[in-house]
C-alpha cells in the first residue's frame, strides 16, 4: 500500500472533468441518433399526407386513415395484452421465488412417549442390543434416620410452636 501513488486534489479534478465531457460528447452522440431513428420510423410509418382537391377522394383518404388506426389499435391492444400475461407471470414467478426462498414454518412435533430402548429399536433395527436401562445399575443405598436428627425435626416443627402461642394468647385475653 505504501508503493501506491495518491493523485492529487489537483489531477483528481482535472479527470473528473475530462469523464464529463467524455460522457456529455457521449449523451449528445446517443441523442442524435435517437432523433434519427425516430425520423426514419415516422418516415416509413407516416407518409407524407397530400390533400386531395375533390370530395370523393377526401373521403377515400379518410377511409383508408380511418383503417391504419384500427389497424395500429388492434396492434397496441394485442400488445398491451400480452405485456399483461407476462408481467402477471412474472409477479407469480417472483412471489414463487419469495416463497421458497421466504420463512418456512416448521411443523409442530408431536410428543411420543418411547423409552431409550424402543428408540434405538427403531432406529437400528434388530442389531439393537444394548440396554439402556440406566436405573438398573444404580446402587441401591438405604437411608439411615438418627436419632439426633428425629430429635431436631420434632423440636423445630412450627406447627406445634403456633398452638403454644395460641395457648398465650387466650391467657392475655382473659
Request: glycine share 4%; aromatic share 4%; net charge positive.
Amino acid at each position: 500500500m505504501a508503493c501506491e501513488k495518491r493523485l492529487s486534489a489537483r489531477r483528481k479534478h482535472t479527470l473528473k472533468g475530462c469523464m464529463l465531457l467524455v460522457a456529455t460528447n457521449m449523451l449528445e452522440a446517443e441523442a442524435g441518433v435517437k432523433v434519427g431513428e425516430r425520423e426514419n420510423f415516422l418516415s416509413d410509418k407516416c407518409p407524407p399526407l397530400e390533400l386531395p382537391y375533390s370530395k370523393d377522394e377526401l373521403e377515400e383518404l379518410c377511409k383508408k386513415l380511418h383503417d391504419q388506426i384500427n389497424i395500429s389499435e388492434e396492434e397496441r391492444y394485442s400488445i398491451e395484452f400480452k405485456l399483461n400475461l407476462v408481467m402477471t407471470e412474472v409477479r407469480d414467478l417472483n412471489i414463487k421465488i419469495v416463497d421458497m426462498r421466504g420463512k418456512f414454518k416448521r411443523p409442530r412435533l408431536k410428543k411420543v412417549r418411547m423409552s431409550a430402548d424402543a428408540m434405538l429399536k427403531a432406529l437400528l433395527g434388530s442389531k439393537h442390543t444394548v440396554n439402556m436401562d440406566l436405573r438398573a445399575n444404580l446402587k441401591q443405598v438405604k437411608k439411615e434416620v438418627k436419632e439426633e436428627d428425629k430429635q431436631l425435626r420434632d423440636v423445630g416443627d412450627w406447627r406445634k410452636n403456633i398452638e403454644d402461642k395460641s395457648d398465650r394468647k387466650k391467657m392475655f385475653d382473659s
